[in-house]
């Protein structure tokens, strides 16, 4: 059912995905990244963007979740700092080391 | 609840001191932890008047407490200094220009109705609306049957107080400016308040004992909804949905309308046509005595097909129930669309299996599955924000609209997201909120998430996964007693640095100041503050009424009540009895054994041990003691034949620091010297805390008679041994061992030791050993860090002999004040009465908190 338009970049980044979804690392992956992304104020820097500029430009009304993922997809991303990046990262490494057979 | 501005004030006599203007002293540390609870107190107007009014009487000079004669009891204590003091009159009574506490909150009797207009200002006090509209009483009058509303509502009115009354019109109010959100699906706290029980059928019934709850779901939420009221339009906001909930409250209040009628009407019915919202200005504050009309409050979508049966009593769902039978089976829906997926026997089940399988998966089966089927079926990926299909099984990535020409294709209009687990309408083109799936939702997340927890055994995803995240950042829902506390205290509060809020003497119960100086330190521990004042204790003792910890919540709260009155811990006396024998009774006692005693109890008493049973691994022990207040005391042993070092951490509390001038003392420095490390006095031949620190960090030769079996060369060898911190807890003690007792003398030390207001541990780190080695004790210029830096908050000093004296203490308040407790008096002190004085007892409290992410860090690396 699946019609196979990946190359060969995104079959490994599928297969990892799949192995992180079975043994629930991608779970647990989740709530640390958002824990670090609490503390360290992401979250609020965020959310207060997305006050000031989004919803006062569209109006309350009018904001839709598209318009915001749009908008605040590429600055969420470039204000993650470096430390969690690394962090997520260390411990993906880890995990795929474990699971070498991949 | 610790909502400190509900404490109603007693008799409130004036706090015995005056503020004068803040000094500008290097700032203490005003990072902390915890949710800041202050904006709620204090008075702005009546604070800065007072404030005023007294700088200029300036009556206050220092040291004017000390009143009463202090007869010590006389007997011989075993160790330490001891201090004690037969209980004084009551100082409070001192006279003093306040006229009255600058804090004052007493609930007060029927509120006055707010003024709130349709489409008007919202309360500054209000809750942050919650995520989704909370259902606020609204009138469920559409379910009954018309006739006999009226005897309704006049029987409902006359059971009620005026108080209810009262709040009935003050949500009678929020409801016209807000929405109606159907009070059908009553929330988790599921109060349902009936004057009398009313039944569907329209009687009342006698109410029944105490239970008149109220359900205040003041929904004052943010102006957007109140728009969405006035302009009646196609959005996937949530339908009020009718609900026979409350009969009764909807007839003497009822729901506010999106239209602001003046009756109140209620949310629309499926059976109602759609009528346009009453635009009258005007609000009903009487009670109704007349049949209403019900036009639909919200004309957004066209008359749903809701196939809503009849009204009759069904059990109600919800804790608490029983006044009332109510079916809270179907809730407000998120969008017409939703609604029509609700209809189906068991599109409960259904969902859930959804979110089950395709969302928080629990079971390692249901992983699988999810690993294997949950991608794009158009394009394979499993990213791009992947939506499952609510009516078939179906994947599409939602970036590449995959999930889109599938809606349109199939007419499917519905689909969830499989990584938040929102519900998405495509003919409303955006997510909507519906009340039961939201329930569903939250349920099934939680449900994984416990388990996710409750399975990890990696010690270091620990500290992040447990508890579940939803428990440890939640979203502020208001809950009903603290509505009610808003509406009673609308005006805000903000705490100026005149204000002599978390001052309070404590009594003397009998040479017990060994007690309150350590109380006073503890209860201005910023960290600590932030703590017990966020609420954030939770109780695991098998019998509350012994738990430390819970006493230590309710001193917090008393102390910080703005009731300027001295506190008379008895209480807290009793439970340091019961727990700690070895200080019970009327001796005079070591301030510093009290301070371990209490850290120790309330230690256990975080875990629920309640007689130390349980075996303390205080490096995972996360408590709130041990997060503040453990350090690792690192004891490195050096063979001195192999050179090989032998490391072990120890935790500990506090660092007791030996003297010059008593027995066991080896000071090789001559005092003085470089005492500038931490910027203590230069007056040469002054002992400095640095240079006590320094002592107590040095390499020590253990002598030949104390040889210690080295591993390495696996026989005994002389060793030299080196004590230094591993780690640095959040908040330092410094003891000085002023109490000697050794075969040749007992007596005190009350030689001066110079201790600066700020200090920087560096140079007594581990880490630090080797430029200590090459002779350097000075911190390296431009050393970035600050993460061991420390500012002085309390200090504790005896005044007297080891056979009895007396304790009193200097606490820091609001940065940069001082104050001298000395228990039940309180008065302004200088920073120069604080670092003149001998010294006893140091605390100090780091000026910049590490994140816990960083901790974890810490933790790991100690492991390997």
Redesign the interface.
């Known amino acids: 059912?699946?019609?196979?338009?990946?190359n060969k970049d995104?079959q490994m980044?599928?297969a990892i995905?799949?192995?992180l979804?079975?043994?629930?690392e991608r779970?647990?992956l989740k709530?640390?990244l958002?824990?670090?992304l609490?503390?360290?104020g992401w979250k609020d820097q965020l959310k207060a963007h997305c006050k000031e500029e989004v919803i006062k430009e569209k109006g309350?009304?009018h904001v839709?979740?598209d318009d915001l993922?749009a908008e605040i997809t590429p600055k969420g991303r470039a204000l993650v700092p470096d430390?969690v990046k690394k962090?997520l990262l260390q411990r993906i490494r880890t995990f795929l080391a474990q699971h070498a057979s991949l | 609840m610790a909502l400190l501005c509900l404490v109603p004030s007693d008799a409130a006599p004036p706090p015995p001191f005056l503020p004068p203007p803040p000094r500008p002293l290097a700032p203490c540390c005003s990072a902390s932890v915890g949710p800041e609870v202050q904006p709620l107190w204090g008075s702005r107007g009546r604070g800065e008047e007072q404030a005023r009014r007294l700088r200029s009487a300036d009556q206050w000079a220092k040291g004017r407490a000390f009143s009463g004669s202090r007869a010590w009891l006389q007997e011989r204590p075993p160790l330490g200094g001891f201090g004690g003091r037969i209980p004084e009159a009551s100082p409070a009574s001192a006279a003093a220009s306040f006229s009255e506490s600058p804090f004052r909150v007493r609930l007060p009797p029927p509120p006055p109705p707010r003024t709130l207009r349709p489409g008007g200002d919202t309360p500054v006090c209000v809750a942050p609306a919650p995520p989704r509209p909370v259902a606020a009483r609204t009138r469920r009058s559409g379910e009954e049957p018309q006739p006999g509303e009226a005897e309704e509502v006049e029987e409902a009115e006359t059971a009620e107080t005026a108080a209810e009354k009262a709040e009935r019109k003050v949500e009678t109010e929020a409801k016209v400016e807000g929405k109606v959100e159907a009070a059908e699906k009553v929330d988790a706290t599921g109060k349902v308040e009936a004057a009398g029980k009313v039944d569907a059928t329209g009687k009342v019934e006698p109410e029944e004992g105490p239970g008149r709850r109220l359900e205040l779901k003041l929904e004052l939420e943010s102006e957007p909804a109140r728009e969405a009221e006035q302009e009646p339009k196609e959005e996937p906001k949530p339908e009020p949905e009718p609900e026979d909930e409350n009969p009764a409250r909807s007839c003497g209040s009822g729901g506010g309308g999106g239209g602001n009628s003046e009756e109140v009407p209620p949310p629309s019915l499926p059976s109602d046509p759609p009528q346009p919202p009453d635009p009258s200005p005007r609000r009903s504050r009487a009670p109704r005595r007349r049949p209403r009309p019900r036009p639909q409050t919200r004309v957004r979508t066209p008359p749903q097909p809701r196939p809503r049966p009849p009204p009759r009593p069904r059990p109600r769902r919800g804790p608490g129930g029983g006044c009332l039978e109510v079916d809270f089976a179907v809730g407000p829906p998120g969008c017409s669309h939703v609604n029509s997926f609700k209809v189906g026997e068991n599109w409960r089940q259904g969902l859930r299996v959804i979110y089950q399988c395709f969302v928080w998966c629990r079971t390692p089966e249901t992983r699988k599955s999810k690993a294997k089927s949950c991608i794009c079926h158009v394009c394979g990926t499993h990213l791009n924000r992947l939506h499952s299909c609510l009516s078939c099984v179906f994947f599409g990535c939602f970036t590449e609209k995959h999930i889109h020409e599938h809606a349109q294709a199939k007419q499917h209009n519905l689909a969830v997201d499989l990584y938040y687990g929102g519900i998405y309408c495509f003919m409303c083109k955006d997510y909507v909120y519906d009340k039961d799936i939201e329930q569903i939702a939250k349920e099934e997340q939680g449900e994984a998430l416990r388990l996710q927890a409750s399975t990890s055994t990696d010690v270091s995803y620990q500290p992040c996964s447990v508890p579940g995240l939803g428990e440890k950042y939640p979203t502020w829902e208001t809950t009903k007693p603290e509505l009610e506390l808003l509406g009673h205290n609308p005006r805000r509060r903000r705490i100026a640095s005149s204000f002599t809020i978390g001052l309070r003497g404590l009594i003397n119960l009998g040479n017990t100041c060994f007690m309150n100086c350590i109380v006073q330190a503890l209860t201005h521990t910023p960290i600590l503050r932030d703590f017990f004042l966020s609420d954030r204790h939770r109780c695991e003792m098998p019998s509350p009424e012994l738990c430390l910890v819970c006493e230590m919540s309710s001193l917090f709260r008393e102390l910080y009540s703005g009731n300027p009155s001295p506190h008379v811990p008895y209480k807290l006396l009793h439970l340091v009895w019961i727990h700690a024998r070895h200080l019970a009774g009327y001796r005079q006692q070591d301030a510093h054994e009290f301070l371990i005693a209490a850290l120790d109890v309330l230690h256990r008493h975080c875990k629920g041990d309640e007689v130390g049973k349980a075996a303390n691994n205080p490096n995972h022990c996360n408590c709130i003691i041990d997060q503040i207040f453990t350090g690792g005391l690192q004891s490195d042993v050096t063979c001195q034949a192999c050179h090989g070092v032998s490391t072990t951490i120890d935790p500990c509390w506090d660092i007791s620091l030996d003297l010059p001038g008593s027995c066991a003392s080896f000071w090789p420095m001559s005092p003085g010297r470089e005492s500038s490390v931490n910027g203590e006095s230069h007056v040469p031949g002054t002992t400095t805390l640095t240079d006590c620190l320094r002592r107590f960090t040095r390499p020590e030769h253990l002598g030949s008679s104390a040889k210690i079996k080295c591993g390495s060369c696996q026989s005994y060898q002389e060793s030299t041994k080196q004590l230094t911190m591993n780690k640095l807890p959040v908040v330092a003690c410094f003891h000085f061992k002023r109490f000697e007792h050794s075969a040749k003398q007992r007596r005190k030390i009350t030689t001066y030791i110079s201790f600066p207001l700020e200090l920087d541990m560096t140079p007594f780190m581990a880490s630090s050993k080797e430029s200590r080695l090459n002779g350097q004790l000075q911190l390296p210029t431009g050393s970035g860090t600050d993460e061991n830096k420390y500012s002085l908050f309390a200090v504790v000093n005896h005044q007297g002999t080891l056979e009895s004296g007396h304790y009193t203490s200097f606490i820091r308040h609001h940065k940069n004040q001082w104050f001298k407790c000395d228990d039940a008096v309180i008065t302004k002190a200088s920073i120069k009465d604080v670092l003149d004085s001998e010294g006893y007892l140091l605390f100090y409290h780091k000026q910049v908190l590490e994140h816990e992410s960083e901790k974890v860090k810490e933790m790991n690396t100690q492991a390997y």
Not at chain 1, 1 to 6: A, G, Q, T, W
Not at chain 1, 21 to 24: A, D, R, S
């Open positions: 059912m699946v019609v196979s338009k990946m995104a980044r599928a995905n799949q192995k979804i079975e043994t629930g779970e647990r709530e640390l958002r824990a670090k609490i503390e360290c309350l009304e839709t979740v993922v430390s962090e």
